[in-house]
């Protein structure tokens, strides 16, 4: 089965500055899509980035971007520039060919001004 | 980007009742949904893989009996729970798998928070 691990439960990071959440996974699928959302208070989940497990490149979505490391199934996720609106809990997922979506514990990051 | 919309919003119920939760795809038809149980502060946890036309498919511990799934158009899902209680106070949320995308997007309604009293 497959298993999704956020090893940080809290980050903390300074307003315009960078910061760098980790993921770990586990699974034994050759093809896949990883993910990663943003839940803010109001709880609504936001799509931030994928990335698709076939493709080197690493994803980018404007300050968004992910380091993504297949043979050791890691799928950080890092962002620029710091904005007061990215304090939120941030999930990271796994899709399964199956389509199912595996979530990771979650990491909530504060931004301070 | 398409829109999931669920209702309600929140709800308050006597233990002992039950209570339907709506899960609605507005702009697109979703052949599958799924719902979730997410507690303070903790992760999602999937319960179900609802596909329309048929039987929901329900995860590992999860009371079929209790936590009622219908998926009976192509942009309706329900969640029914009955007989609910207060360890069944929760926050609910739905996604719905969009298949016109090639990595099959699946979009978030924005929960319901149920408490039982």
């Known amino acids: 089965a497959q298993t999704v691990t956020q090893s940080q439960p809290e980050m903390s990071v300074q307003e315009a500055e960078t910061v760098t959440l980790s993921c770990t996974y586990d699974?034994?699928?050759?093809?896949?899509?990883l993910f990663w959302y943003k839940q803010p208070p109001s709880r609504q989940m936001i799509l931030v980035i994928r990335?698709?497990?076939?493709?080197?490149q690493n994803a980018t979505e404007n300050r968004f971007s992910v380091n993504f490391q297949k043979a050791a199934k890691s799928f950080s996720l890092k962002i620029s520039d710091s904005q007061l609106g990215d304090a939120a809990m941030y999930f990271c997922?796994?899709?399964?060919?199956?389509?199912?979506?595996?979530f990771g514990q979650g990491t909530e990051l504060s931004v301070k001004p | 980007g398409a829109v999931v919309s669920q209702h309600p919003s929140w709800v308050i119920c006597k233990s002992g009742t039950s209570v339907k939760i709506e899960c609605r795809s507005l702009?697109?038809?979703?052949?599958?949904m799924f719902w979730y149980r997410q507690f303070p502060k903790q992760s999602l946890m999937l319960m179900a893989t609802?596909?329309?036309?048929?039987?929901?498919?329900?995860e590992q511990g999860v009371e079929k009996d209790k936590f009622l799934i219908n998926h009976a158009s192509l942009t309706l899902s329900t969640l029914t729970v009955t007989s609910a209680h207060p360890e069944d106070s929760s926050f609910y949320i739905c996604?719905?798998?969009?298949?016109?995308?090639?990595?099959?997007?699946?979009?978030f309604g924005p929960g319901t928070r149920l408490t039982v009293t």
């Open positions: 996604s719905a798998r969009r298949p016109d995308t090639s990595s099959y997007e699946q979009y």
């Open positions: 702009d697109f038809q979703a052949t599958t």
């Open positions: 699974t034994s699928e050759s093809d896949y899509y």
């Open positions: 609802s596909n329309e036309g048929s039987k929901a498919t329900y």
């Open positions: 997922a796994y899709r399964s060919e199956g389509g199912k979506l595996i």
């Open positions: 990335q698709e497990a076939y493709k080197q």
